[in-house]
């Protein structure tokens, strides 16, 4: 393993000019989720102490209100908006309400539901459909036109144990980012095409970290996204548990073969306290994966390089949706059905989602996005909703993702303190994993 300490003090040369007329905040090696959990990278709060309050909205006469929760930084919030103001602007006779939650956003809709105050819609990720699925009313799929999702996999996200209880609003899928001008110095072809092979990307990334020893073949791989990656999943969709299988065990080697073996991504100590998207756009790293949308402010402000986007290695990955739900207790059914169909659906509000650094999930707003930067390849993040997959909707997931997340980076070679058998230790994990997942279900 080479130790590239020149490299941390270059890329933060490199990418001190970049940063600080970006405006935006740098993202960590790990990508961020956007699947209805609050610790995703949110924009820095602007300053509105000496701005005019806009005035609050309230129904006219006659107008039917319902509510509207949703969360994210302030762009995602002002898209919200828009979207209440496009439904409204063609169903006059709803208001909508909007209630945005800043923060711990989870938490505070669990509070909602038990005080019963829960919004008519409320946004929810995939992966939280499970746990919410007591306050969510079913929804007659036979009654919304989903001719135009790009593929089925956003909708069946938001389908827990048979009964559709959410319609996908955007999604993130993950594929690589790439500097074309350090594939061509390590005379190797880039990954343009349809596919892209875990045995090429090893071979590309080793070439590339050859270069020189200023030079990294990309970040570090992880593991939730390369157990997709060779083929396995975490859980399956018969609620087990199967982290343990030899597609997550090649998975997890890879990521920690990645560091010590082929060489060609940093180390833990090494990325500690470092944002290696900027090593990237500093012209540093060959390959940029697990990289989603909402990547792309970042990669925008490169001038010195020439990159694109690819498929991610192996063709599989994890598909972060988020969608709207409609409470069970609501008093207004059919205009909150009307409302969650129209942000799915419409064209006018996917063609808002398709402005932003989210995909949306409709052929509409996918022309509007592939419009933003249409010199690169932005349909590979569509391609790749064809062949990536969605968690598994189940309660107790996210404590089973602990349980795997805590065992590789205490136990494994993938973190920094130990080196044991990898089978043993997602064995014994499993096992452990497997009594929380029957405890909940």
Known sequence: MKRKVLAILMATAMIAGLT????????????????????????AAKDTSDEEEKPVATASDGQITIQYSYWGSADEAATEE?????????????????????SSYEDKLQ????????????????????????????????????????????????????????LPKRANTKVIAYNKALFEQAEVACPDGDTYSIEQFIADATAIAGISDEIYGSNAPYY??????????????????VFNSKEAVDAIQFCADAVNKYGFAPSREETEGQNVIEWFMGGLVGVYLDCGPFNLPYFTEITDFDWDFGPAPGNGGGMEVVGVSIS?????????????????????????????????VTEDGKAVFLQQYPDKNLQAFFDAAEYESAPATIKGASLVNGILNSAIYDRTAVGTVADEDIQTVLDEAAIEAQAVLDENN
């Not at 970006?22 to 960590?28: L, P």
């Not at 939730?224 to 548990?241: M, P």
Request: aromatic share 8%; proline share 5%; net charge negative.
């Open 328 to 360: 069970a207790a609501t008093e207004h059914p059919e205009e909150a059905a009307r409302f969650a169909a129209f942000v799915s659906t419409s064209k006018e509000a996917q063609e808002i989602i398709g402005g932003t650094t989210a995909m949306p």
């Open 82 to 102: 828009a979207i209440i103001a496009a439904f409204m602007e063609q169903n006059p006779d709803i208001f909508v309400e909007p209630v945005y939650v800043e």
């Open 224 to 241: 939730g996204q390369w157990i997709y990656q060779f083929g396995g999943r975490t859980i399956d969709e018969s609620g087990k548990v």
């Open 20 to 43: 600080a007329c970006g405006g935006n905040a740098a993202q960590s090696n790990q990508p961020a989720a956007d699947a209805g959990n609050t610790n995703e990278v949110e924009s």
């Open 111 to 166: 509070l909602m539901i038990a005080g019963n105050t829960a919004p008519d819609v409320m946004a929810i990720g995939s992966e939280h459909v499970a746990n919410f699925s007591g306050a969510l009313a079913a929804i007659d799929v036979s009654t919304v036109d989903t001719s135009g999702y790009i593929s089925d996999v956003p909708l069946n996200a938001l389908n827990y144990n048979g009964t559709q209880y959410g």
